[in-house]
T-cell receptor
Framework: AQSVTQLGSHVSVSEGALVLLRCNYSSSVPPYLFWYVQYPNQGLQLLLKYTSAATLVKGINGFEAEFKKSETSFHLTKPSAHMSDAAEYFCAVSSSFNDMRFGAGTRLTVKP | DAGVIQSPRHEVTEMGQEVTLRCKPISGHNSLFWYRQTMMRGLELLIYFNNNVPIDDSGMPEDRFSAKMPNASFSTLKIQPSEPRDSAVYFC?????????????FGQGTRLTVV
């Protein structure tokens, strides 16, 4: 069975600072990995995905993530946080069986 | 495309009543997922369908929960009888599975409150 662990349920950064949200996965087969963002009272929106092509994946809104097989990690980063980035972020793993499972989420707060 | 459409957006019901949540996936998608989101348990996969066939329902919490997908454009999640601990936001998502995976697109969710 596959799973993801998101380290830190709550991350707070200052506007303009680096954003780093951590995700580690467990999978017995080559994984597909995703980051989603959820704004209040909204569904989840895809930020980026890794599907075994380039290990450094660029997404929307300036976010990117790097797949590191040796560390079983897929951390999400953004060089400079904006106030509009405040939201909850979910890491997810899936396989060719299409069973997408999510981490517990990390709430990002951006301070002015 | 209008995206994944869920109805109702909000549902308040009394304990013991039957609740039916509805989902219309994106046209052309062949996979459909039902998730439940709570503060305590996060986002849980309840069940998913490929080509209208339930593949894995191991996440369905109890026999009180059932899901159907009678055709490619409609799915329901039913809770009978409902209990206060079923209060949560229920999300439906769909994707196109063609051997290589594409992402899931989510609906706006149904916020269920059981009193």
């Amino acid at each position: 069975a596959q799973s993801v662990t998101q380290l830190g349920s709550h991350v707070s950064v200052s506007e303009g600072a680096l954003v780093l949200l951590r995700c580690n996965y467990s999978s017995s087969v080559p994984p597909y990995l995703f980051w989603y963002v959820q704004y209040p009272n909204q569904g989840l929106q895809l930020l980026l995905k890794y599907t075994s092509a380039a290990t450094l994946v660029k997404g929307i809104n300036g976010f990117e993530a790097e797949f590191k097989k040796s560390e079983t990690s897929f951390h999400l980063t953004k060089p400079s946080a904006h106030m509009s980035d405040a939201a909850e972020y979910f890491c997810a793993v899936s396989s060719s069986f299409n069973d997408m499972r999510f981490g517990a989420g990390t709430r990002l707060t951006v301070k002015p | 495309d209008a995206g994944v459409i869920q109805s109702p957006r909000h549902e308040v019901t009394e304990m013991g009543q039957e609740v039916t949540l509805r989902c219309k996936p994106i046209s052309g998608h062949n996979s459909l997922f039902w998730y439940r989101q709570t503060m305590m348990r996060g986002l849980e996969l309840l069940i998913y369908f490929n080509n209208n066939v339930p593949i894995d329902d191991s996440g369905m919490p109890e026999d009180r929960f059932s899901a159907k997908m009678p055709n490619a454009s409609f799915s329901t999640l039913k809770i009978q009888p409902s209990e206060p601990r079923d209060s949560a936001v229920y999300f439906c998502a769909s994707s196109l599975h063609r051997g290589s995976l594409t992402e899931a697109f989510f609906g706006q969710g149904t916020r269920l409150t059981v009193v």
